[in-house]
């Protein structure tokens, strides 16, 4: 650990030098390997060494907005506004910063590699920020970031009324390139044919020196020959900062002279939202062959067959990668379109978007001067798109959003002035100082139920159909000393990673089931199966809530008040991790 908070260097043990299948996880319901076992053995599977820049950014905001109420009829009331954003993008007072990856420039390295398959060139480049005209900034700025608000109330009678409102607003976007060369990350070669054998049962040395060359942060002195044989990311320089449009419209109506019910609809849409894309991953054709489901073999890609010697071998250029040091190098790493780098992620790319759609409905009672009800209830649907789920082989995401998509919400609420004191119902003729203590208190309960959270597995899963089941406590068992909530089917199976042949695993077996509704992929070869919805959800969240306040008159400006909260009063277990 870094006692200033810098970064931390690491060593990482797993499973995957201690298990059966090495660079791929068992089948589900199926374990080997031990991460304690590697440890004891020498065999990390991670590590970093980093040596961190210390940055000085600034950005530059300005705003100006005007906005007036317009009563153009007694009945009728118009609230118009507009706004105007002016961000500028970060920059770093040394212009610390990378600017773009350049696609088209031939790299200086190509002069240095001779063995290329069809004798290939090296293409592709990291660009920094101010240099060679470049801007200091991420992205241009935005100067058309006009944002239009108008909404209305009218009075239908003198029981009922009409309001709703539509505006735009921009997010406060503090994005900024990232600072590679300007800071530096070393990492651990597990292995130097590809996983097959650790790399530290390959020199003898064991954990004495797993990582003999640090790299040194060198700026932008190397030019394009930044980052060889490492992974990067930049900011679109055509980045748009994203808007979002609000919208809602509400009837209200007095029933009687103690009840007023409402209902609105509210709702939202944002475009040029934040994404990302992999402009540097393997070729489609590389996973089709490795990938069973399409008639595929995956030992082409994971045995010495998918090795090829490696051109960058010993160059000096890329020191301090898995590039530089092992003798081959997979062949899918050759069918990137710049093989001389690992991933190339480029960032706000502006293809997210995401819309929230509800109906609200409210109601107020007053039972009488000193005790009010007032309920509410929300039902809602939120979700999002522009993503990926499958980058390589190009197929879009389109999901409910897990953590802000929550279908019910209702909330029963209450204020009492608790009828004790002088003037007052009991003890009405008590003397101050007993009406300091007990008099003049509110009471404030507060009950709320939301619908669980979208429920989805991680990894690469094929749907049969709703994997939601009805949720039922688990004792505990041979395999856990604890109880547990099944909410998801248990008729898992997984497709052999050879195969491709579907096996239920044990728990389904012993849970009764003769189908799956999940299945887990082969390996990571096979195409992602996006799914919008899995049909589950956690559990949903119950929380009762008291407040008891009372205010104290000290002077006629000063008042002084004393508040119990009692929250989760009912000690309500609300559950938070996934099934």
């Given at each position: 650990?870094?006692?200033?908070?810098?970064?931390?260097?690491?060593?990482?043990?797993?499973?995957?030098?201690?298990?059966?299948?090495?660079?791929?996880?068992?089948?589900?319901?199926?374990?080997?390997?031990?991460?304690?076992?590697?440890?004891?053995?020498?065999?990390?599977?991670?590590?970093?060494?980093?040596?961190?820049?210390?940055?000085?950014?600034?950005?530059?905001?300005?705003?100006?907005?005007?906005?007036?109420?317009?009563?153009?009829?007694?009945?009728?009331?118009?609230?118009?506004?507009?706004?105007?954003?002016?961000?500028?993008?970060?920059?770093?007072?040394?212009?610390?910063?990378?600017?773009?990856?350049?696609?088209?420039?031939?790299?200086?390295?190509?002069?240095?590699?001779?063995?290329?398959?069809?004798?290939?060139?090296?293409?592709?480049?990291?660009?920094?920020?101010?240099?060679?005209?470049?801007?200091?900034?991420?992205?241009?700025?935005?100067?058309?970031?006009?944002?239009?608000?108008?909404?209305?109330?009218?009075?239908?009678?003198?029981?009922?009324?009409?309001?709703?409102?539509?505006?735009?607003?921009?997010?406060?976007?503090?994005?900024?390139?990232?600072?590679?060369?300007?800071?530096?990350?070393?990492?651990?070669?597990?292995?130097?044919?590809?996983?097959?054998?650790?790399?530290?049962?390959?020199?003898?040395?064991?954990?004495?020196?797993?990582?003999?060359?640090?790299?040194?942060?060198?700026?932008?002195?190397?030019?394009?020959?930044?980052?060889?044989?490492?992974?990067?990311?930049?900011?679109?320089?055509?980045?748009?900062?994203?808007?979002?449009?609000?919208?809602?419209?509400?009837?209200?109506?007095?029933?009687?002279?103690?009840?007023?019910?409402?209902?609105?609809?509210?709702?939202?849409?944002?475009?040029?939202?934040?994404?990302?894309?992999?402009?540097?991953?393997?070729?489609?054709?590389?996973?089709?062959?490795?990938?069973?489901?399409?008639?595929?073999?995956?030992?082409?890609?994971?045995?010495?067959?998918?090795?090829?010697?490696?051109?960058?071998?010993?160059?000096?250029?890329?020191?301090?990668?898995?590039?530089?040091?092992?003798?081959?190098?997979?062949?899918?790493?050759?069918?990137?379109?710049?093989?001389?780098?690992?991933?190339?992620?480029?960032?706000?790319?502006?293809?997210?978007?995401?819309?929230?759609?509800?109906?609200?409905?409210?109601?107020?009672?007053?039972?009488?001067?000193?005790?009010?009800?007032?309920?509410?209830?929300?039902?809602?649907?939120?979700?999002?798109?522009?993503?990926?789920?499958?980058?390589?082989?190009?197929?879009?995401?389109?999901?409910?959003?897990?953590?802000?998509?929550?279908?019910?919400?209702?909330?029963?609420?209450?204020?009492?002035?608790?009828?004790?004191?002088?003037?007052?119902?009991?003890?009405?003729?008590?003397?101050?100082?007993?009406?300091?203590?007990?008099?003049?208190?509110?009471?404030?309960?507060?009950?709320?139920?939301?619908?669980?959270?979208?429920?989805?597995?991680?990894?690469?899963?094929?749907?049969?159909?709703?994997?939601?089941?009805?949720?039922?406590?688990?004792?505990?068992?041979?395999?856990?000393?604890?109880?547990?909530?099944?909410?998801?089917?248990?008729?898992?199976?997984?497709?052999?990673?050879?195969?491709?042949?579907?096996?239920?695993?044990?728990?389904?077996?012993?849970?009764?089931?003769?189908?799956p509704m999940l299945v887990q992929a082969p390996n990571a070869y096979a195409v992602a199966h996006p799914v919008v919805y899995w049909g589950a959800r956690l559990p949903a969240s119950h929380?009762?809530?008291?407040?008891?306040?009372?205010?104290?008159?000290?002077?006629?400006?000063?008042?002084?008040?004393?508040?119990?909260?009692?929250?989760?009063?009912?000690?309500?277990?609300?559950?938070?991790?996934?099934?």
């Amino acid at each position: 650990a870094n006692p200033n908070g810098q970064p931390e260097n690491t060593l990482g043990f797993t499973t995957n030098f201690s298990q059966h299948y090495y660079n791929f996880s068992e089948a589900p319901g199926y374990s080997s390997g031990n991460a304690i076992a590697s440890l004891l053995l020498g065999y990390p599977n991670s590590g970093t060494v980093q040596v961190p820049l210390e940055s000085f950014y600034s950005q530059h905001y300005y705003a100006a907005w005007v906005q007036d109420d317009w009563k153009i009829a007694p009945k009728l009331t118009l609230n118009l506004g507009v706004r105007y954003d002016l961000l500028g993008p970060r920059t770093e007072r040394h212009n610390r910063m990378d600017y773009i990856f350049n696609p088209t420039v031939m790299n200086p390295v190509s002069s240095q590699i001779t063995n290329l398959p069809n004798g290939s060139a090296i293409l592709g480049g990291l660009e920094f920020a101010g240099v060679n005209g470049n801007p200091r900034g991420a992205f241009s700025r935005n100067m058309l970031n006009i944002q239009p608000r108008i909404g209305f109330a009218y009075a239908i009678n003198d029981k009922m009324s009409i309001r709703g409102g539509v505006g735009e607003m921009y997010q406060l976007t503090e994005v900024n390139d990232s600072t590679t060369g300007f800071n530096s990350s070393t990492q651990y070669t597990n292995s130097l044919d590809n996983g097959l054998t650790p790399y530290t049962s390959t020199t003898g040395q064991g954990l004495s020196n797993p990582i003999p060359h640090v790299i040194a942060p060198i700026g932008a002195s190397l030019g394009y020959l930044t980052s060889l044989g490492s992974s990067m990311g930049f900011e679109n320089p055509n980045y748009h900062i994203p808007a979002t449009w609000s919208y809602s419209v509400s009837f209200e109506r007095s029933i009687t002279k103690r009840d007023v019910v409402d209902i609105a609809y509210s709702g939202h849409r944002s475009s040029n939202m934040d994404s990302s894309d992999n402009i540097n991953h393997e070729s489609s054709a590389w996973y089709a062959q490795c990938d069973v489901e399409r008639g595929g073999n995956r030992q082409i890609c994971d045995s010495a067959t998918g090795q090829t010697p490696n051109p960058f071998l010993h160059v000096a250029a890329f020191a301090g990668t898995t590039d530089s040091s092992a003798a081959t190098i997979s062949k899918g790493t050759l069918t990137r379109p710049y093989p001389a780098f690992g991933d190339i992620n480029e960032l706000q790319l502006n293809a997210g978007r995401n819309w929230y759609n509800s109906l609200q409905i409210a109601a107020m009672h007053n039972v009488a001067r000193s005790l009010s009800f007032h309920v509410a209830y929300t039902h809602a649907r939120s979700m999002s798109a522009g993503d990926w789920a499958d980058m390589v082989n190009r197929i879009p995401a389109r999901s409910v959003i897990g953590t802000n998509d929550i279908p019910h919400m209702l909330s029963l609420s209450g204020v009492w002035y608790v009828p004790v004191g002088r003037g007052k119902w009991l003890l009405g003729s008590t003397n101050r100082y007993i009406d300091a203590a007990i008099g003049g208190w509110e009471l404030s309960p507060l009950y709320t139920y939301a619908s669980g959270n979208t429920w989805s597995p991680s990894g690469n899963w094929e749907w049969q159909g709703p994997v939601g089941v009805k949720q039922q406590e688990l004792p505990a068992d041979g395999s856990h000393s604890y109880k547990r909530i099944r909410g998801v089917t248990p008729c898992v199976g997984y497709k052999d990673t050879d195969t491709g042949v579907m096996h239920l695993e044990p728990a389904a077996v012993a849970a009764g089931c003769t189908s799956p509704m999940l299945v887990q992929a082969p390996n990571a070869y096979a195409v992602a199966h996006p799914v919008v919805y899995w049909g589950a959800r956690l559990p949903a969240s119950h929380n009762f809530d008291v407040a008891a306040s009372k205010n104290f008159a000290i002077t006629e400006w000063v008042k002084l008040q004393v508040r119990l909260d009692a929250f989760n009063l009912l000690n309500h277990p609300n559950w938070q991790n996934s099934y």
